[in-house]
C-alpha cells in the first residue's frame, strides 16, 4: 500500500539552527515523486522542494534541503538557520507513478523559539 | 492577480444543499486536482483531471463531483451536503509532474 507517515506531531526548534522533520514512504513503483509544503496559520499551502525517485543529488531550495535515501525509503526535510516565520504545519507528500496524485502524510508542526 | 483562485473562501450552507466550490487558474495547466483536509487526515484526493473533458475519482469521491469544459476551470459540486463534508477544501494545479501548486483553500461548514 502506498503510505506517507510523518512521525513527529511537534517539533521545537531554536531560531538559527537546522532542523530535520522525518518523512518515510511506502511505495512499490519505482518512478515517484517526494514533495514537501508549508501550511502556515494562515492556511494555504506552499510548495518547498521536490524529490524525484532517479534523482542523484538530493533537491535543495535555498535553506530546504531533502536528504533522500531510497533505500531506507525516506525523505526528511532539513530546514537550516530556521528563522520565526518557518513556524508552521510541514507536509510530506507522495506522488506514486507519476500521475500527479499526491498522499500526503499528517503532518509535522514545527515551532521556532526565539 | 493570484494564479490560482478560490471562491468562495468560507461557505456555510445546510444538510442536503446542493454546493458548488471554484477554482480558477491562469496558467493553463493541463492537471488539476481537488483535495480536502480534516484535522488528523493530512490532505486526500477527492476528484482530479488531466484536461478538458476528463475528470477522475479520487480517494474520497463519494458525494462529490467534478466537470471540465475548459481549461482553467474545475468546479467542485456537493451534490447533496452532509455533515461529514465540513471540511477545508484545496484546489491544485500543475503540468509537470515535479509540480503542484495550490489554492488558498475554502473553509466550508455543512449544519
Given at each position: 500500500?502506498?503510505?506517507?507517515?510523518q512521525t513527529q506531531?511537534?517539533?521545537?526548534?531554536?531560531?538559527?539552527?537546522?532542523?530535520?522533520?522525518d518523512?518515510?514512504?511506502?511505495?512499490?513503483d519505482?518512478?515517484?515523486g517526494?514533495?514537501?509544503?508549508?501550511?502556515?496559520s494562515s492556511?494555504?499551502?506552499?510548495?518547498?522542494i521536490?524529490?524525484?525517485?532517479?534523482d542523484?543529488?538530493?533537491?535543495?531550495?535555498?535553506?530546504?534541503?531533502?536528504n533522500?535515501?531510497?533505500a531506507r525509503?525516506?525523505?526528511n526535510?532539513?530546514?537550516?538557520a530556521?528563522?520565526?516565520?518557518?513556524?508552521?504545519?510541514?507536509f510530506c507528500a507522495m506522488?506514486?507513478?507519476?500521475?500527479?496524485?499526491?498522499?500526503?502524510g499528517?503532518?509535522t508542526t514545527?515551532?521556532?523559539k526565539? | 492577480?493570484?494564479?490560482?483562485?478560490?471562491?468562495?473562501?468560507?461557505?456555510?450552507?445546510?444538510?442536503?444543499?446542493?454546493?458548488t466550490?471554484?477554482?480558477?487558474?491562469i496558467?493553463n495547466h493541463?492537471?488539476?486536482?481537488?483535495?480536502?483536509q480534516d484535522?488528523?487526515?493530512g490532505l486526500?484526493?477527492?476528484?482530479?483531471?488531466?484536461?478538458?473533458?476528463d475528470?477522475?475519482?479520487?480517494e474520497?469521491?463519494?458525494?462529490?463531483?467534478?466537470?471540465?469544459?475548459?481549461?482553467?476551470?474545475?468546479?467542485?459540486?456537493?451534490?447533496?451536503?452532509?455533515s461529514?463534508?465540513?471540511?477545508?477544501?484545496?484546489?491544485?494545479?500543475?503540468?509537470?509532474w515535479?509540480?503542484q501548486?495550490?489554492?488558498?483553500?475554502?473553509?466550508?461548514t455543512?449544519?
Amino acid at each position: 500500500a502506498q503510505k506517507i507517515t510523518q512521525t513527529q506531531p511537534g517539533m521545537f526548534v531554536q531560531e538559527k539552527e537546522a532542523v530535520t522533520l522525518d518523512c518515510t514512504y511506502d511505495t512499490s513503483d519505482q518512478s515517484y515523486g517526494l514533495f514537501w509544503y508549508k501550511q502556515p496559520s494562515s492556511g494555504e499551502m506552499i510548495f518547498l522542494i521536490y524529490q524525484g525517485s532517479y534523482d542523484e543529488q538530493n533537491a535543495t531550495e535555498g535553506r530546504y534541503s531533502l536528504n533522500f535515501q531510497k533505500a531506507r525509503k525516506s525523505a526528511n526535510l532539513v530546514i537550516s538557520a530556521s528563522q520565526l516565520g518557518d513556524s508552521a504545519m510541514y507536509f510530506c507528500a507522495m506522488d506514486s507513478s507519476n500521475t500527479g496524485k499526491l498522499i500526503f502524510g499528517q503532518g509535522t508542526t514545527l515551532q521556532v523559539k526565539p | 492577480d493570484a494564479e490560482i483562485t478560490q471562491s468562495p473562501r468560507h461557505k456555510i450552507t445546510e444538510t442536503g444543499r446542493q454546493v458548488t466550490l471554484a477554482c480558477h487558474q491562469i496558467w493553463n495547466h493541463n492537471n488539476m486536482f481537488w483535495y480536502r483536509q480534516d484535522l488528523g487526515h493530512g490532505l486526500r484526493l477527492i476528484h482530479y483531471s488531466y484536461g478538458v473533458h476528463d475528470t477522475n475519482k479520487g480517494e474520497v469521491s463519494d458525494g462529490y463531483s467534478v466537470s471540465r469544459s475548459n481549461t482553467e476551470d474545475l468546479p467542485l459540486t456537493l451534490e447533496s451536503a452532509a455533515s461529514s463534508q465540513t471540511s477545508v477544501y484545496f484546489c491544485a494545479s500543475g503540468t509537470q509532474w515535479n509540480e503542484q501548486f495550490f489554492g488558498p483553500g475554502t473553509r466550508l461548514t455543512v449544519l
